[in-house]
């Protein structure tokens, strides 16, 4: 059974499947109701994280299609995060074929399409913000048409430089139309996401649930985190920060934040992809533009992350 969670959202989710964007995937099939997939280059090319996610929707078997978009940055060049999800985009893991490919190879017309003829969509981006700054440069009106964007992205430090997360250093051009465009947003930054953790403990309870899916789940994590462990001087495991800009949506009672004006730089030597948020306490900064997570209830989100893992695992088996 579904998730009953106290909001059932309708959100397209945009991602880069990346081990992360996984479970943002089994999290926002249970708990929202998860109108359509679309993939942007990020993690790794295109065509493996769109792969990745046919992947999952068919291991899952979502009645859900999936649609490929940006192969590259509005401006910069591409650069992948091989060196934490493997070439693969999602490494440490024996993959089960996906059915068929990609429904459509036009993210961009399906974001469109699907907010216009459904008011009231959330757009959740959990990757490069590529494709959301394309739509919303083709279709101006669809700020009208959407409840907002929650996204996983920024931060008051980084991730790929000492300024930068990697969503937005990856495209930063996009993230500025996106941040800039006067839709509501919720930003899960790296300080909410690296509150929430896949521990060895959290790691054992999935692999102990042994299904199919759960197994290859608990796979990619052990991956995830001794990729994680070997790049940190202190963690006790990978960062699960993708599912938290759905259950931002979902469960919006495990978090605490604040509405802040973020902008973002896409110049600085030191500080491209920079979310700069301005967290002063003087009258004349400008007004906020978004609403950003400051603290999670890990362990009641871990429980939610659970839950969908586990139905996933029952779904798979039937
Ligand atoms: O910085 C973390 C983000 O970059 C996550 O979305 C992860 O999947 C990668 O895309
Ligand atoms: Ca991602």
Same mark, same amino acid.
């Given at each position: 059974m579904p998730d009953d969670s106290p909001d059932r959202p309708r959100i397209l989710l945009d991602c880069d499947p990346g081990h992360d964007d996984v479970v943002a995937i089994v999290v926002a099939a249970h #708990? +929202? *109701?998860?109108v359509g997939i679309t993939t942007v280059a990020g993690n790794a090319p295109l065509d493996r994280t769109t792969y990745n996610a046919c992947v999952i929707r068919d291991a899952m078997r979502l009645p859900v299609t999936v649609h490929s978009g940006a192969e590259r940055p509005l401006v910069a060049e591409p650069k992948f995060a091989a060196f934490i999800h493997g070439q693969s985009g999602l490494d440490g893991a024996e993959l089960p074929a996906p059915? &068929?490919? +990609? @429904?459509? #190879?036009d993210a961009v017309s399906f974001i469109i399409e699907t907010c216009r003829s459904s008011e009231g969509t959330w757009l959740v981006p959990t990757g490069p913000l590529t494709n959301i700054a394309l739509a919303l440069r083709a279709a101006p009106d669809l700020v009208g048409c959407i409840a907002g964007i929650s996204l996983m992205g920024g931060g008051t430090f980084g991730n790929r430089t000492p300024a930068a997360e990697y969503n937005i250093w990856a495209d930063p051009e996009a993230a500025a139309i996106v941040f800039e465009c006067g839709a509501q947003i919720t930003m899960a930054g790296l300080d909410v996401t690296h509150q929430f953790l896949v521990t060895p403990p959290r790691i054992d309870q999935v692999a102990a649930l042994d299904t199919p899916f759960t197994s290859i789940i608990a796979d990619l994590f052990r991956f995830f985190s001794r990729m994680y462990i070997a790049r940190h @001087?202190?963690? +006790?495991?990978?960062?699960?920060? $993708? =599912?938290l800009a759905v259950l931002a949506l979902t %469960? =919006?009672?495990?978090f605490r934040g604040t509405d802040r004006h973020v902008s973002i730089e #896409? %110049?600085?030597? %030191?500080?491209?992809?920079?979310?700069?948020?301005?967290? &002063?306490?003087?009258? $004349?900064? *400008?007004?906020?533009n978004v609403h950003v997570l400051e603290h999670v209830d890990a362990d009641a989100a871990w429980s939610v992350v659970f839950d969908a893992l586990a139905e996933a695992g029952r779904r798979s088996c039937r």
């Open positions: #708990t +929202a *109701e998860l059915d &068929r490919g +990609a @429904d459509s #190879t @001087d202190h963690i +006790a495991g990978a960062a699960l920060h $993708d =599912p %469960h =919006p009672h495990l #896409t %110049h600085g030597r %030191h500080t491209a992809g920079m979310t700069v948020i301005d967290r &002063r306490g003087i009258t $004349d900064r *400008e007004q906020s």
